[in-house]
């Protein structure tokens, strides 16, 4: 039991610096457009994907990355760097759509 507090210790409380509460921070934008989708699609009886859920997966996936090169970490960076081109894409495609028919 002792080894898992010193594990619990050096993980939360020794190595805990900017970085930590940036990745913490991160972590809740990027939650936070599944709570934003949840929300909407309780609103309308079926399940939407709200441009708010987009713009949550930028922002978070942005800081994310950020965290990600900070600890040098080529899985993280790889697969935020992959999210992020189609999260924008997703974004373009709406805001396409919107021109097209300004009703949506």
């Known amino acids: 039991m002792t080894a898992l507090f010193d594990w619990l210790h050096t ?8 970085w930590i509460v940036l990745g913490f921070v991160a972590q809740a934008m990027f939650m936070m457009r599944f ?15 709200p441009v708010a859920f987009w713009f ?15 600890r040098q970490d080529p899985v993280f960076i790889a697969g935020q760097g992959l999210g992020l081109i189609i999260y924008f894409r997703n974004i373009w495609l709406i805001f396409k759509e919107k021109r097209r028919d300004p009703t949506i």
């Open 35 to 49: 709570v934003i989708q949840w929300i909407a699609s309780e609103r309308v009886g079926r399940s939407i994907v």
């Open 56 to 70: 949550f997966s930028i922002a978070g996936g942005s800081l994310l990355l950020v965290y990600a090169i900070q």
């Open 11 to 18: 993980v939360f409380i020794e190595q805990f610096n900017f």
